[in-house]
């Protein structure tokens, strides 16, 4: 592959295969900036959802999506060291089952350390489902996520294992206050526990730490 | 500099400043993290739409209008109405926003402003139907912002809930069946129907400020935030929604803080703004 770093990633059926270009040139003067800036194309596959197809240029839905990761690993990578560049993250969904933010999020992530851009810690997603009533179902299925808002909300978070940082929340859904502090933590649980199997991989296939 | 600044350039100096006031909690204009500036209200002053407010928070003014119409129900959901929001920046609220300069903050505000009612909690879509797997109406909500002084998605929603509470639509009179159905929608200007908005929500976003955090910045303040928080709050201090948005990490503590003080702030301004849409109600009656 011509890309700096990148990764193929699978959580139960959900597959996402990401690729990071960059430090590149920014070839536009008006870009010049003493930080380094991030872009993300993410981009759902026409055969990876269930019931929809998806169009070939890229939706308001992936667009908002494109967005939140790379807002996400603007927190994360080290923008200083590479000024007057940019990163071009691009993630493709090939298959979706649920828990699409979250692992793009840790998918990115891992691809930038394969890159050796350098970051202040990994990035983990973790997805969970909140059913009225107290039931959290963690890392949810594409059918269990899709019930309908009115009875339940999703929640995905992503953190920085060893910083204790949160990158990126999403919630929809109607929930309660105290119920926030749950998901929350059910999230951070879900989070702690990837990251120890994903730190695990990078050793065997980098042999460094990261961070 | 989040994308929500349009431009300020502050000295390290003054960036110091601002962070450490809203870390004691005592910002600039003397304002507590906890503060909203005044906000000023009015509403039904578009006479082409079926709804419409204006609202003005500090230096940021916006105005929402309402327009409905009968479209063909959606395939994948035919019981119910269709909600659109869009935003948009006008040139006269900054020379950055000519052209095309404005469409990555519109596509932003368009996001969260629809993420808020993202649910089936916030607005009943059921009620915008008119003949189910046939017809329903369509409310197009644009948002535009006539002016920007920070603190951007709080006063559309302000705005926007105060335009679908005087949203008024027309009633449909449904005759025959199948082929022959017919639909007359009433010429009656008094023959109208409102919305039930009670459980619409206010959008508060808490900007993380050095090791503090605060809601309703100025644009000083927001040149100076990593990270901000928007929380959907609910008049009974439900969340429809939540999002971190902005480069920059939050400490799951301060998260959670941040939670708690967003709808804790969002209850009394569901508050207040009802008691002010019940009183102009009574004003004058249509």
């Known amino acids: 592959t011509k890309a700096q770093g990148s990764v193929y990633i699978e959580q139960g059926q959900t597959k996402i295969v990401a690729a990071v270009y960059g430090p590149k040139e920014v070839l536009k003067r008006e870009d010049f900036s003493l930080k380094g800036k991030v872009m993300c194309e993410f981009k759902y596959m026409p055969f990876s959802r269930a019931n929809t197809y998806s169009e070939p240029r890229q939706t308001f839905e992936e667009k908002v999506i494109s967005k939140t990761i790379a807002e996400a690993m603007e927190g994360v990578i080290i923008l200083s060291k590479f000024p007057k560049s940019e990163v071009l993250i691009s993630i493709q969904m090939i298959q979706d089952d649920g828990g699409t933010l979250s692992l793009a999020m840790t998918a990115a992530s891992v691809a930038l350390i394969d890159a050796k851009i350098e970051v202040r810690d990994l990035v983990i997603g973790c997805t969970i489902r909140f059913y009225n009533g107290g039931r959290i179902l963690v890392d949810p299925t594409a059918e269990e996520e899709h019930t309908k808002t009115s009875e339940g909300a999703g929640f995905h978070l992503a953190v920085m294992p060893s910083l204790s940082q949160v990158t990126a929340l999403k919630q929809a859904g109607k929930i309660e206050q105290a119920q926030a502090r749950e998901c929350i933590e059910a999230c951070w649980e879900g989070c702690l526990r990837i990251a120890t199997a994903v730190k695990k991989l990078l050793e065997e296939t980098l042999g460094e730490q990261p961070g | ?286």
């Open chain 2, 1 to 286: 500099v989040s994308t929500q600044s349009t431009g300020t350039r502050l000295s390290n100096a003054e960036i110091q400043y601002i962070v450490d006031g809203v870390e004691q909690d005592f910002r600039s204009d003397g304002r507590g993290a906890e503060d909203y500036r005044q906000i000023e209200l009015e509403t039904r002053i578009l006479p082409n739409t079926n709804g419409s407010a204006r609202c003005k928070l500090g230096k940021t003014e916006v105005l929402v209008g309402v327009k409905a119409e009968v479209v063909d129900v959606d395939v994948h959901a035919p019981h119910i109405g269709k909600l659109v929001i869009t935003a948009d920046c006008s040139a006269v609220a900054s020379p950055k926003f000519v052209g095309k300069g404005s469409e990555v903050l519109e596509n932003d505000l368009s996001n969260v402003l629809s993420f808020l009612y993202n649910s089936t909690n916030t607005i009943r879509l059921k009620d915008l139907c008119i003949v189910k797997g046939e017809s329903c109406w369509q409310l197009h909500v644009d948002v535009l912002f006539v002016q920007c002084g920070g603190n951007l998605f709080d006063v559309a929603s302000i705005a926007l809930k105060a335009a679908l509470y005087n949203t008024t639509l027309p009633v449909v009179k449904v005759s025959g069946e199948g082929i022959e159905m017919e639909m007359e929608v009433s010429d009656d200007p008094y023959h109208v129907w409102k919305l039930d908005v009670s459980n619409c929500p206010i959008c508060i976003t808490l900007y993380q400020i050095g090791g503090g955090f605060a809601v309703d910045p100025s644009e000083e303040e927001v040149a100076c935030s990593e990270g901000f928080v928007h929380i959907g709050v609910q008049p009974n201090g439900d969340m429809s929604s939540m999002e971190k948005a902005g480069a920059g990490n939050i400490d799951p503590t301060t998260l959670l803080e941040m939670v708690e003080v967003g709808v804790r702030v969002g209850e009394e301004i569901h508050k207040q703004l009802n008691k002010q849409l019940d009183a102009e109600k009574s004003l004058a009656k249509l």
